[in-house]
Every structure is written in C-alpha cells, then in structure tokens.
C-alpha cells in the first residue's frame, strides 16, 4: 500500500494491524483530514511557525504583505475595471484568448433543459480537471480554430475542450458532447495522445499517467451507480441527479461538495498515504506539525480535489443550485502562486540557492512552500477587499483568486523569467491528486 515507511509515521502507516478501536479511531482522524478546514486550520499553523522562525527552510516577512497586496489590487483593476471578477475555475482556461469556447459550444447545442446543460458542464469540467497537470517544457497544444498555440494547463484544457467537443469521451457517436464510463474505460493511449497532439517533437510528461487516471475512472464509476447513473448511462453529470435526490433543497456547501468529490479522486489517485484504511490523496508529512492526535505531522491540500470543486461551482449555477460557503474552500498551492509571494519576498528560502533545483512533492521544503501559500493568500485576500472595499461575500477567495493572486503571480514569472516559469520547480507526484 504504501512506498516507503519513515519514522515519523502512525503504526497505521507502517502496515501494523490494529486492534478494531484504534482503527475506528483513525478512520475517524483520517475523516477530519479530507477536509477544506484541515487544510487551512493546519496551513495557518504553519505560517505560525513561519513567522516565528521555526521552520527550516523558509522565513516569512510580513512587511512585504502590504507590497503584495498593492500588487494584486493593480493586476485586478488592469484585469477587471468593474470589479466583475469570475470564480477562479477551469472555465477561465476554457476563456484563454478572451474567446468563449464554452459558450459558442453550448450554442451549438440544443439542451432543452437548464440540467442537461448542466450534466454535460459537469462531465467536461470532471474530466478536464482530471487531465490537468504539469505539462512538460516545449509542450504546446496548437488549436486548429484560431491558429493559436497554448501551453501548460490553458493547452490542456483546450486540447480537453476540443476532445470532448468531438465525442473523444462519449461512447454514444449521436451525443458527442458527454463523458461516459464506457468511453473512458475504453480510451486508449493512441487516442489520447492524438488529442494532445503527443509527439517525439511535442513530448507530454505523465501521458501514461493520465491515461490510467481516464481508464479508473470510467471502471469506477460503475461502483458508485448513485453519484453517476443519469438515465441507463454513468457519467459525473449524474451528480446533478445525486444532488437533487439527497434533498439539498437546491444548496450546495463548497467545502461539502470537496468531501464528495475527493472519494472518486481518491479511488483513482489514492496517493502515498492512507490512515485507518482510508487513502489521504494529497496529503504529505511534516516532522514539526503537531496536532496532538493520530494525525500528528500530517498536512492535507487536496488541490486537485479543490480545483474540481471551483470548477463545479458554474455548472451547478447554471443548473439551478445556489452554492453556499464558498470561502470555505482554500487558495490553490500551485507553484505560480506560491511564486508570486517568492518573488516579491513575502516568502523567502533560508538557502536561496535551493530555488535553482527541482523538488520533490513529498519533500518539506515544498510541503512548507504550499502550507505557507495558503495561509498568507488567505491574509492576501482580506488586505485586497479592504483596498477594494468589497467584503468576502462580495469578493470571496474565488474571485479574489481569479482576479488576483493567480494571474499576478503567472505575470510576474514573466518578468523575471524569460520562459515564465515559477520561482519554485516542484516535480508532480504520479499516484496523487
């Protein structure tokens, strides 16, 4: 189950059998870790130890928080004048060039409810996050319409967008426009490296990868017929179906839907570590976390677990949901946005010759690197509402995201970096979402 087994984890870890107890106990902990609330409950306490001192590989310097968050106001003016910021979601990619893909593709569509637009929202949103990733140097996806190239997750989204509009993930060749699990199951690498246009010359690292992330959860899906069944097919648009049959009432918690969408995650990536049976996806150690219980140095993120969840927020609108406690949702610890708080030394590395190399995402240093993303965008984004006068349900991190940290953050790679890479290189992890 597990790769390798250091000191610092629980007998849970190390594959000890537990009595039944301990285990009902470290279910219970493990619970309370797949969680938005963990993560930023335990990401501020590592900015805690941050500004104390006690972390070994970064310092943080508070006086630069006002220099960052004047930096983030003037990309969102520049961005959006009016202040209309959308939700930071895998939609804006869809968005990339100022063009609407989505919406010259809805309108090609005769959806004669709000729900079938929303199911087939739902299945290009679940995939397309799902195929998302750290696209290799040089790669670059060169969309046919507008004779444009795009890399790194704006190509991958596109190249998604331009696969689902084709029918590449529906086994029903008179619906294109759908994720099905027969499709998904079926793919094969031949036809997913045609749609990402791989090649010698336009190589795609984790191609393997992702393909294996399609195939599970096309065979997953059949053992969740509850979360999936719409009509006599599976699809992750079946979760509108779900939603309503649970009596929500038409309101949908953020940080409830994360919960719901890390169990197929999980069952697709599990990740390194799990704890009381269950799988922790993206969650890794750090030895002077103390919690004072069975989840001691542990620290979840759960990004691509968030990033499906934002990206879910439209659609289910769209279908007729009112999506309530956004902010419980966290920042997303991408390597660009930790850069930006890098590069104007909000964050600074104790050996900043440690920038020049490239990292392991189960190392310390990264897992620092993330924790204190989180916790200082979250002091980011009060510091952007109070210069903008907008409170956090007129402004939530969402948006603050969006207009904001995300794109100040790629902006200012840009300029200090020729190629617009991040301050900090952290290799991706193959078994985790």
Known sequence: MLLSAPTWRSRDWLGVELAEADSS????????????TAVRDRAHRVLNMGILGQLEHF??????????????????????????????????HFETGEIDRWGMLASSRDWTTAMHLGR???????????????????????EAATGETFARSEGLAIASLVMFAG?????DPYDPFRVDARALAGLTIE????????SRSN??????????????????????????????????????????????????????????????IHAVASGRFALGGKPLGDTWPHSRLAIGDGTDGLMPFHQTGQWLTYS????????????????????????????????????????????????????????????????????????????????DEQLPLACVLEGGTATAGRRLAREKRPDGSPALIILSDSQTL
Request: proline share 5%; no cysteine; glycine share 8%.
């Open 167 to 171: 029918g590449a993930f529906s086994a």
């Open 191 to 198: 036809e997913l490296a045609d749609g990402l246009q791989v």
């Open 203 to 264: 190589a795609l690292n984790g191609l393997e990868h992702r393909l294996a992330i399609i195939n599970r959860l096309g065979q997953y899906m059949a053992f969740e017929p509850d979360l999936f069944t719409v009509d006599e097919s599976l699809r992750p648009g079946g979760l509108l179906n779900y939603l309503n049959r649970a009596g929500s009432n038409g309101i949908v918690s953020a940080p409830l839907l994360l919960q719901l969408m890390l169990k197929p």
């Open 59 to 92: 310092a943080v310097d508070l006086l630069r928080l006002d220099a960052v968050i004047d930096y983030v106001v003037r990309v969102t003016r520049s961005s959006y004048p009016d202040l209309s910021i959308p939700p930071h979601a895998r939609w804006r």
């Open 120 to 142: 087939a929202a739902v299945d290009l949103a679940f995939i397309s996050v799902l195929l998302d990733g750290i696209a290799a140097p040089g790669w670059a996806y060169a």
């Open 25 to 36: 106990k470290l279910m219970k902990a493990a619970g309370r870790l797949l969680t938005s």
């Open 312 to 391: 879910l927020v439209e659609p289910l609108v769209w279908s007729g949901f009112e999506i309530v406690d956004l902010n419980g949702l966290t920042a997303l610890p991408d390597a660009w946005t930790g850069g930006l708080l890098m590069d104007m030394g909000l964050m600074k590395l104790r050996k900043p010759a440690l920038s020049t190399e490239a990292h392991q995402m189960e190392s310390e240093l990264v897992v620092e690197f993330r924790s204190l993303t989180i916790a200082l965008i979250d002091k980011i984004a009060d510091g952007v509402r109070k210069r903008l006068g907008r409170s």
